[in-house]
């Protein structure tokens, strides 16, 4: 099993630019997140989908749109990017169950200019 | 709101030296408590976890927790460091009303001197 999978590792932008980060994961889970992590401020949760269909917000959603496009994956989109966005970006996994621990993925480190 | 506070930003120790990294939440209800572990240029990884029973949980590599459900804290513990414990570790909690939510703390910051 590949676990939690992102695409891509890298990527520089311009400001106003689009992307979409792209997951996956290969464990069956029915819930997954995306989050953000800045030096000092941890991990901050952007979106959530707790299964297939559903999406709701985290923490600090403002810029942000995802797709829970099946069971499997789970994209975010930028759609104009902002300097402010810059950072490392984590997609992460869970069956659902409630004792249930998260799987991370490798992360995509996103610059801005 | 819900919230985990971790409020050592960057703790420095020498090898051999004993840890203690605190980790506070703010919820009344029943929770489930975590330590993750994210070492250099790598991915978050469970260090340990504490769903209900004994709150001495255990985890990998030597590292220990204890739950406190009248401070609501769970501090992570180890007697003695290693260079390789070089790391940041975050708290994370899952309150049982909200089981997909997951709240993180800032995380702490380990640098172990040779």
């Known amino acids: 099993n590949a676990g939690v999978t992102q695409t891509p590792k890298f990527q520089v932008l311009k400001t106003g630019q689009s992307m979409t980060l792209q997951c996956a994961q290969d464990?069956?889970?029915?819930?997954m997140y995306w989050y953000r992590q800045d030096p000092g401020m941890g991990l901050r949760l952007i979106y959530y989908?707790?299964?297939?269909?559903?999406?709701d917000k985290g923490e600090v959603p403002n810029g942000y749109n995802v797709s829970r496009l099946n069971k499997r994956e789970f994209s975010l989109r930028l759609e104009s990017a902002a300097p402010s966005q810059t950072s490392v970006y984590f997609c992460?996994?869970?069956?659902?169950?409630?004792?249930?621990?998260?799987?991370f993925g490798p992360g995509t480190r996103l610059l801005v200019l | 709101a819900q919230s985990v506070s971790q409020h050592n930003h960057h703790v420095i120790l020498s090898e051999a030296a004993s840890l203690e990294l605190g980790c506070n939440y703010s919820?009344?209800?029943?929770?489930?408590l975590f330590w993750y572990v994210q070492y250099p240029g790598q991915h978050l990884q469970l260090l340990l976890k504490?769903?209900?029973?004994?709150?001495l949980v255990k985890g990998i590599k030597g590292f220990e927790a204890e739950f406190i459900k009248s401070k609501f804290s769970f501090n992570l513990r180890k007697p003695s460091v290693q260079w390789s414990d070089t790391a940041e570790y975050f708290c994370?909690?899952?309150?049982?009303?909200?089981?997909?939510?997951?709240?993180f703390g800032s995380g702490t910051r380990l640098s172990i001197r040779p």
């Open positions: 989908s707790a299964s297939e269909g559903t999406t």
């Open positions: 992460a996994s869970r069956s659902g169950l409630l004792q249930e621990t998260q799987y």
């Open positions: 994370a909690v899952t309150p049982y009303s909200s089981a997909s939510k997951i709240i």
């Open positions: 504490y769903f209900s029973g004994d709150p």
């Open positions: 919820y009344g209800g029943t929770v489930n």
């Open positions: 464990m069956n889970h029915n819930s």
